[in-house]
């Protein structure tokens, strides 16, 4: 209890809030990355074509048809994007850090806080968006929405071509594909990347909280590259769930909470007056 009313305190005195948030946030926002059971529920054809039961494997699948990948893409986004609704978690996240300067990292692609209200200039999806697309051709050509792309494929009748159908870069004319790091010619949003450096580099001298919410082993760039980043700022701190105060930076364990307590119990006590 001790860590959490610390925990507490230091996101209640802190003049900007940095949410780290990995795919245990995620999985609260429904989309489980490794989770088999939903998956063998709401994709049986999935699980039949490819045999595979789980929402990474389907995306780790090697398809060489385009049509068929964006089918598949098209039915896990619309499911775990488009039809989404915030959970009270990240609704409650919102109002505690909206009066506040903050910014959002993330390796969870799903789109969840900006469909959730979050300042869409304040976030930056480190692992990309999956209802946003890149070029295939391994250049640059920027980034586009592929919602209605995405809505036509699976509204498709039996019998379409679908190859047709399968969006295309404006620029150069080939295939798009998701924007997530499937292949080595995944291009980070560069823009969103700088303006969290920016906002990073503008809150060098003022108490800053990095509040990490469901980092796990599936990404690590978002646990000790963040601690040590803290550990060069005295005014930083750190409140991390999951995550015991003995396993914190020994340099940053007296301006920090480390606690055992999940995504949602913590942002629920962080929330409670
Ligand atoms: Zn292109």
């Known amino acids: 209890m001790e860590n959490l009313n610390k925990a507490k305190q230091l996101v209640q005195e802190a003049e900007a809030v940095v949410v780290v948030a990995g795919n245990g946030l995620a999985k609260v926002e429904g989309l489980d990355l490794l989770g088999q059971a939903d998956f063998e529920r709401d994709f049986p054809s999935i699980v039949q ?19 068929e990948k964006w089918q598949l893409w098209s039915s896990l986004i619309q499911k775990y994007s488009f039809d989404y609704r915030p959970s009270s978690t990240l609704k409650n996240l919102l109002q505690l850090i909206s009066h506040r300067q903050y910014f959002v990292a993330t390796s969870a692609f799903g789109h969840f806080f900006e469909t959730a209200g979050f300042n869409e200039n304040r976030i930056f999806n480190a692992f990309g968006d ?44 080939q295939p798009l594909e998701i924007h997530l790091p499937l292949n080595d010619h995944f291009y980070p949003d560069t823009a969103a990347n700088s303006r969290f ?33 803290v550990a060069e700022y005295p005014q930083w701190s750190y409140v991390a769930a999951d995550y015991p105060q003995e396993t914190l930076l020994p340099e940053i364990q007296e301006r920090s909470a480390g606690t055992n307590a999940d995504t949602v119990s913590l942002i629920n006590n962080l929330v409670t007056e």
């Open 49 to 67: 074509k490819y045999d595979v039961h789980s929402v990474g494997y389907a995306l780790d699948q090697h398809i060489p048809s385009w049509s």
């Open 130 to 173: 999956w209802t946003k697309a890149q070029c295939s051709s391994g250049i640059n050509h920027g980034l586009a929405n592929i919602q209605t792309a995405a809505e036509k494929i699976i509204a498709a009748k039996p019998g379409t071509d679908l190859e047709k159908l399968v969006p295309k870069c404006e620029v150069c004319g």
């Open 197 to 229: 450096r920016w906002f990073l580099t503008g809150n060098e001298e003022k108490k800053t909280v990095f509040l990490e919410l469901g980092v796990d082993e599936t990404s690590p760039q978002l646990r000790e590259p963040i601690e040590h980043l």
